[in-house]
């Protein structure tokens, strides 16, 4: 059988994607802090903004080591 998706891309890809999306979620909670920073959800924002952009980074650090990663 033909591999015609080769493992490391799929790897580098869904990690890269995963954490793009982290990254553009965390930058949305962090414009409603922004906009709002004393409101009701303030708090439960932060501990989700945090998180967020812990996720990107994991992410986005596991991608770059896939795609550099040795065969």
Known sequence: MIN????????????AISGTTAACISVS?????AANPKGPDAAGRAVALVGCASLAGACLTLAAGAATDAD
Do not use: M
């Open 4 to 15: 015609l998706i080769p493992q490391k891309f799929l790897y580098v890809a869904c990690f």
């Open 29 to 33: 909670l962090a414009s409603l802090l």
